[in-house]
Nanobody, 126 residues
Framework: QVQLVESGGGLVQAGGSLRLSCAASGRAFPFYTMAWFRQAPGKEREFAAVIIWSGGITNYAESVKGRFTISRDNTKNTVYLQMNSLKPEDTAVYYC???????????????????WGQGTQVTVSS
């Protein structure tokens, strides 16, 4: 497993932007598929975005498509989530997740990932 530490959350007004970072430990980071999930109060954890380790293919939940961008820097063992045009409904704790060598179809399922960060709070005010 890899150790993950998120940062970059905070309070922002609707329409604003934030960039989340997730720093990973270990030399195997380039071979990990990395994802962002989020969990709002009283709701289940939901998939937001993924970047597949092989080829850098990205996929997004419909609710964030066109506003969020996931990227990675393998030289820094870090994955990012650029969030633009934020809405109050984006308010949640955002979690970084990792799955070693994964490139299957179940990328939006939380059970696919075996390493999780502690989460970072994002609050969007109206």
């Amino acid at each position: 497993q890899v150790q993950l530490v998120e940062s970059g959350g905070g309070l922002v007004q609707a329409g604003g932007s934030l960039r989340l970072s997730c720093a990973a430990s270990g030399r195997a980071f380039p071979f990990y598929t990395m994802a962002w999930f989020r969990q709002a109060p009283g709701k289940e954890r939901e998939f937001a975005a993924v970047i597949i380790w092989s080829g850098g293919i990205t996929n997004y939940a419909e609710s964030v498509k066109g506003r969020f961008t996931i990227s990675r820097d393998n030289t820094k063992n870090t994955v990012y989530l650029q969030m633009n045009s934020l809405k109050p409904e984006d308010t949640a704790v955002y979690y970084c997740a990792a799955a070693g060598g994964f490139n299957g179809p179940d990328y939006s399922r939380a059970g696919t990932y075996n390493s999780w960060g502690q989460g970072t709070q994002v609050t969007v005010s109206s």
